[in-house]
């Protein structure tokens, strides 16, 4: 059995500035660290941000020179696994003594292509493994590419057995189910989206999956963007995400937040018993599956 505190971030990143973002990164682990957080989660791509409202030069049929420019830096400001910034974050991570789980735009040393990446570190800062998110979401294939499935991972840790989607991936079953054949006590579920709707499926995943969900979203107003950004953004709303970070229980309760329209961390303890004690209804891969009726599998090796 296992009890311990998590700690989710919601926070806003410098945007397209992976340095600074990392720096910032690590006063707020230093901060969840003193409240005795023992897994701390970041927000989608929090290195170097979600570029939301940003059309990168595209239109069906045409790309501009302006937007091709505006992608090399971000690609530039992409990280590169394994890297000089994984060996920066698993030393946050080793100093915190926390597992440390983060949302990135990585990008592939050999092919050069962005991937949307949550990457895992244990609280002794080793580098545990990744993500990559299998179907970017409408204008988010012009910047990323499409993971093949593989990494589809629980990590059987000492704080219980952890893994997580990335998004709208959240919104496909066979991929929550990729996750919960593998005993997934502990979900991780990084964000972009804001909308009121991500806390019934926040909740629906907790009660479906009698696993805590810790959902993490960005906070970032119009005004933290580049000012070489700020007239394609003239439209935008001053509050470009609200966030909407929330930690759930194993039977669909919220036990901290949902934060909403401002910058700060969450904190929950997990334990096990509860996890235990909620399956005695509905396990999903258990007393209540029906492998007689369905058959479930998953292509590759996904651990």
């Given amino acids: ?41 970041f927000p989608e791509v929090i290195i170097p941000g979600y570029p939301r409202g940003l059309s990168f030069g595209t239109v069906v049929g045409s790309r501009s020179e302006e937007g091709r420019d505006l992608f090399l830096n971000y690609w530039e400001n992409a ?15 080793k100093d915190a003594k926390a597992f440390l789980v983060i949302g990135v735009t990585e990008k592939d040393s050999v092919s050069d292509t962005l991937y949307c990446t949550l990457i895992y570190f244990s609280n002794k800062g080793e580098y545990l493994g990744k993500h990559r998110k ?20 629980v990590y059987d840790t000492t704080h219980g057995k952890m893994g997580g989607l990335i998004c709208w991936e959240n919104y496909m079953p066979l991929a929550r189910m990729a996750l919960y054949q593998q005993g997934l006590e502990i979900y991780l579920a990084p964000t972009a989206d804001c909308r009121q709707s991500w806390q019934a499926t926040m909740e629906h995943i907790a009660a ?15 005004d933290q963007y580049p000012a070489e950004l700020q007239k394609e953004l ?18 669909g309760k919220v ?38 009726i369905f058959e479930f599998k998953v292509k590759g090796d996904n651990g």
């Fill in 79 to 93: 990280i590169e696994i394994p890297g000089a910034e994984i060996e920066l974050l698993g030393k946050m991570a």
């Fill in 234 to 251: 003239e439209n935008q709303p001053s509050l470009m995400c609200s966030g909407g970070s929330v930690i759930i229980s194993p039977l």
């Fill in 134 to 153: 299998i179907k970017p979401t409408a204008a988010e294939r012009i910047l990323w590419g499409e993971g093949d499935g593989k990494d589809l991972k």
């Fill in 208 to 222: 479906e999956g009698r696993c805590y969900v810790l959902g993490c979203n960005q906070f970032v107003t119009r």
């Fill in 255 to 292: 036990v901290a937040g949902p934060l909403f329209n401002e910058e700060g961390i969450l904190y929950a303890m997990i334990d096990h018993k509860e996890i235990i004690k909620s399956k005695m209804d509905f396990d999903v891969i258990g007393h209540y599956n029906r492998p007689d």
């Fill in 1 to 41: 059995m296992f009890n311990y505190k998590v700690a989710v971030v919601q926070t806003a990143p410098i945007l397209f500035d992976k340095k600074k973002t990392i720096d910032k990164m690590g006063m707020l682990i230093k901060e969840a660290a003193s409240q005795k957080a023992e897994l701390i989660l």
